[in-house]
Nanobody, 125 residues
């Protein structure tokens, strides 16, 4: 079992930056891709970004490409999401996820076994 706990959410203004973190515990994450998803009120949970086990592969949703950066520290079992140039459309609950899959496979959001409980990001206009 893998437990994931997100942190770093909050209320920010348009154009601001925010960094989310997710700490994993439990079994080894060796081989696991880690990803971020988000769910806005009344909408489905959407893929945001994913990073491979060794960090050599990353993949982003078009909506966040060039604004968000995903990174991971396997020594600390953490994955982070640096979010810049935030927009009101980025308002959502952000979830961390883990699965043994490619980064593009993570984006498919199919059968992901481990999820965090989410952290809320609100971007005011």
């Amino acid at each position: 079992q893998v437990q994931l706990v997100e942190s770093g959410g909050g209320l920010v203004q348009t154009g601001s930056s925010l960094k989310l973190s997710c700490e994993a515990s439990g079994q080894s994450l060796a081989g696991y891709a880690l990803g971020w998803f988000r769910q806005a009120p009344g909408k489905e949970r959407d893929f945001v970004a994913a990073i491979s086990w060794l960090g050599s592969g990353v993949f982003y949703a078009d909506s966040v490409k060039d604004r968000f950066t995903i990174s991971r520290d396997n020594a600390k079992n953490t994955v982070s999401l640096q979010m810049n140039s935030l927009k009101p459309d980025d308002t959502a609950v952000y979830y961390c996820a883990a699965k043994i899959v490619t980064v593009r496979g993570m984006a498919a959001n199919d059968g992901i076994p481990y999820w965090g409980k989410g952290t809320l990001v609100i971007v005011s206009s």
